[in-house]
């Protein structure tokens, strides 16, 4: 006996206006009452797997509500939140050489600057990120977040006078640690900072890669040429899609419909080391060295503002390595593991870049995520998640919107 057929999507059939047979036949096949065991809704697997789409479809040909274009850490973050929202998520790793995920050392320091300035809501946005990610580590049945002291070298007689007079719960008094037997010189003085954490980004974001990625689709770089128009929804390589998230980084520039915002670059290098010492944190001195474990080190990071980084470079290398040796009370023998560049993008405001596009509803962005990404991101991924997925509204200083005089032609 043959088993009764299930009805399925075909995006030929279906105006995407809402009201065809064909689209109310499909979401009533899609609900979660008709998922076979083991298949939950918001992720690819259950719409893909074998005996499951009818044979006169394309395995692939299915349904996607969003569709994400990269999938650093704000496209990982939005697909987690999508999915939360019972959306049916796919991602393409369109990796772009310059991505700024994969080049950063995932610190989370609540004090950074010349000023050392804390501001005042920084505890609770802290507290807030650190959650969220131990969340997704619970999730994901692996540690992502580890606390980190960080020990905040001052760098001449100005940083020394800002950090004698600083008094705030997250930092110790100043110490004239020169003579502290540890391996950095610190003539002006050093803070301890505590509450720091460290995300490991590798980690979450190789732990998150397979769960919504499209099936053979590795491409350099995703094509937009290939996207098809549909009623109030596109057509791309075959599958019905309601939206499609640019999260593309750096590569935004090269985006047919969002290059045009003023997004500004900030290129940098960071080299993966190996150190014959063992740190029980971070130090910050200008440069930022983190410990990962085994004697092993993220040095980071160059900077160049207002210019994007296509690839590694030897001057930047050197850079590095003569920064960390300027501070080593005596030489070590350093072995550099590996040598990453990233660009990160950030908007003249310096607030994240949510929201769709002006013109075309099923076209969105998350981008301009700038200095303080882990941070900011899950935050601006709730909402905006929330936003494609119910209406909700988007909070002005970070709807794209507020550039849609930049998008008016394009």
Not at 98 to 116: E, F, I, K, Q, V
Not at 335 to 342: F, I, K, N, Q
Request: net charge positive; charged share 20%; with cysteine.
């Amino acid at each position: 006996m043959h088993a009764p057929m299930r009805r399925s999507f075909s995006p030929d059939r279906c105006s995407f206006d809402g009201t065809s047979p064909a689209w109310h036949m499909a979401c009533k096949s899609h609900t979660p009452a008709n998922y076979p065991a083991g298949r939950r809704r918001g992720t690819v697997r259950h719409l893909v797997e074998p005996n499951y789409v009818r044979s006169t479809v394309r395995p692939t040909a299915f349904p996607i509500d969003t569709l994400i274009v990269g999938q650093g850490l704000a496209g990982t973050l939005l697909a987690w939140e999508l999915e939360r929202a019972g959306q049916r998520v796919a991602t393409i790793d369109a990796r772009t050489r310059g991505g700024a995920s994969r080049a950063a050392g995932g610190l989370m320091n609540p004090l950074t600057g010349p000023r050392l300035a804390v501001s005042p809501d920084l505890a609770r946005r802290c507290e807030q990120a650190r959650i969220h990610y131990e969340h997704l580590a619970a999730q994901l049945g692996q540690p992502l977040v580890e606390p980190m002291p960080i020990r905040r070298l001052c760098q001449d007689a100005v940083e020394q006078g800002r950090a004698r007079d600083m008094r705030h719960p997250w930092l110790s008094v100043w110490q004239h640690t020169d003579t502290r037997p540890d391996p950095f010189h610190a003539p002006f003085g050093s803070l301890d900072i505590h509450q720091g954490w460290r995300l490991d980004l590798a980690a979450l974001l190789a732990g998150s890669a397979a769960r919504w990625a499209m099936p053979d689709q590795a491409a350099e770089c995703f094509d937009w040429t290939a996207i098809r128009f549909r009623g109030q929804g596109v057509r791309w390589q075959g599958h019905a899609v309601d939206c499609v998230v640019s999260c593309e980084g750096a590569a935004i520039s090269e985006n047919p419909h969002w290059h045009s915002l003023p997004l500004h670059a900030d290129g940098g290098e960071s080299l993966s080391l190996h150190l014959p010492i063992d740190l029980p944190g971070a130090i910050s001195a200008g440069f930022t060295l983190v410990p990962l474990g085994r004697q092993r080190y993220w040095l980071g990071a160059t900077h160049h503002p207002g210019r994007a980084v296509s690839g590694p470079t030897d001057a930047g290398r050197e850079a590095l390595l003569n920064a960390l040796a300027a501070r080593l009370r005596m030489p070590l023998p350093i072995e550099v593991l590996g040598h990453c560049a990233g660009t990160r993008m950030a908007p003249p405001d310096r607030e994240p870049v949510l929201g769709r596009h002006p013109r075309w509803p099923w076209l969105a962005i998350f981008n301009g995520l700038g200095s303080r990404g882990i941070l900011r991101a899950p935050d601006s991924a709730a909402q905006l998640a929330q936003h494609l997925a119910s209406g909700a509204p988007l909070p002005e200083d970070r709807d794209v919107m507020r550039y849609a005089h930049h998008l008016a032609w394009t």
